[in-house]
């Protein structure tokens, strides 16, 4: 019912910035509580960041807290991952997640996800 692409990740040095962009279509945006998720080779797939339906309310991992940034606009369908100080640890597949009801938190239940972007930090 929802499909979610991203976009943005690419190759970037030590200390740079990207944003990742989700876009969503098939349902009304607004209605959906947004996530971002990483997973890097080898290792499970590990919680970014969440933000409410309306932008309201965020929560965000303790690894990225202070350097990644989620926000959406739903005028666009568009959720973003906003990543400054990036480092090699960061580099990962990131996913973005909708939900269609649930509390703004650190949990893995979304009903649909996207197709991944790549994300490589280099030293």
């Known amino acids: 019912q929802v499909q979610l692409v991203e976009s943005g990740g690419g190759l970037v040095q030590t200390g740079g910035s990207l944003r990742l962009s989700c876009e969503a279509s098939g349902a009304t945006f607004s209605n959906y509580l947004m996530g971002w998720f990483l997973q890097a080779p080898g290792k499970e797939r590990e919680f970014v960041a969440a933000i409410s339906r309306i932008g309201g309310s965020t929560y965000s991992a303790d690894s990225v807290k202070g350097r990644f940034t989620i926000s959406r606009d739903n005028a666009q369908n568009t959720a973003y991952l906003q990543m400054h100080s990036l480092k090699p640890e960061d580099t990962a597949v990131y996913y973005c997640?909708?939900?269609?009801?649930?509390?703004?938190?650190?949990?893995?239940?979304?009903?649909?996800w996207g197709q991944g972007t790549q994300v490589t930090v280099s030293s």
């Open positions: 997640a909708a939900r269609w009801w649930g509390m703004v938190g650190p949990g893995y239940d979304y009903d649909y």
